[in-house]
């Protein structure tokens, strides 16, 4: 079985810019969630999506958002992007409580 | 106000002995404990996990302890191997936060051979 996929896997952003992130979970998981790595906050949770629908919510500004489509697989966008948002994105999809990791997309703001 | 701690920023064992890794908690709502391993560049890796109900988890060389009552955990991994050399993070979710999980800060295991 195919594992999580993240596309891009490296992005470099200038300040103010806006980015999309993807990401297509294991075949049938219809759960995904979203992560940021940091090397100061270690991995923060952002949100998670259910059959198109956000689940749960972090601490993180409206400036991050996300959506999932019929299929499962999910996007997530940053707006007006600030040189903290430099970090590891990573999207975990999930049958029941375990979460299974991709590779995750490295964000560079510059 | 961090929920789940590891405060053992690395450890190092020599190949074929015991390592012990260690989480404490302080939300009493967490119900499900799991163990990733993370190797640089790549995403977490699922390694075993627990529920509240039992206090023993084990899954060939790895092994999990929950005591509720001190809200600790602890992953033993028999023997160590060089391969398992990496950073191990211990985090918890509760029945009614969906799939959010909470993260430890990671603790570096360095297996010497």
């Known amino acids: 079985k195919a594992g999580v996929t993240q596309t891009p896997r490296y992005l470099i952003k200038t300040r103010g810019q806006q980015v999309t992130l993807s990401c297509s979970p294991i075949?049938?998981?219809?759960?995904v969630s979203w992560y940021q790595q940091t090397p100061g906050q270690g991995l923060q949770f952002l949100f998670e999506y259910f059959s198109e629908t956000q689940r749960n919510k972090g601490n993180f500004p409206g400036r991050f958002s996300g959506r999932q489509f019929s299929n499962s697989r999910s996007e997530m966008n940053v707006s007006t992007l600030e040189l903290g948002d430099s970090a590891l994105y990573l999207c975990?999809?999930?049958?029941?409580?375990?979460?299974?990791f991709g590779p995750g997309t490295r964000l560079t703001v510059t | 106000d961090q929920q789940v701690k590891q405060n053992s920023p690395s450890l190092s064992v020599q190949e074929g002995r015991i390592s012990i890794l260690n989480c404490d908690y302080t939300n009493s709502m967490f119900d499900y404990f799991l163990w990733y391993k993370k190797y640089p560049a790549e995403g977490p890796t699922f390694l075993i996990s627990?529920?509240?109900?039992?206090d023993k988890n084990e899954d060939g060389r790895f092994t999990v302890f929950l005591n509720k009552s001190a809200k600790h955990l602890s992953l033993h991994i028999v023997p160590s191997q060089p391969g398992d050399s990496a950073v191990y993070s211990c985090?918890?979710?509760?029945?009614?936060?969906?799939?959010?999980?909470?993260f430890g800060g990671g603790t570096r295991l360095m297996v010497k051979p």
């Open positions: 985090a918890a979710s509760a029945v009614n936060a969906g799939n959010m999980l909470t």
């Open positions: 075949s049938g998981h219809r759960s």
């Open positions: 975990a999809s999930s049958l029941e409580v375990e979460q299974y």
């Open positions: 627990i529920s509240s109900i039992k």
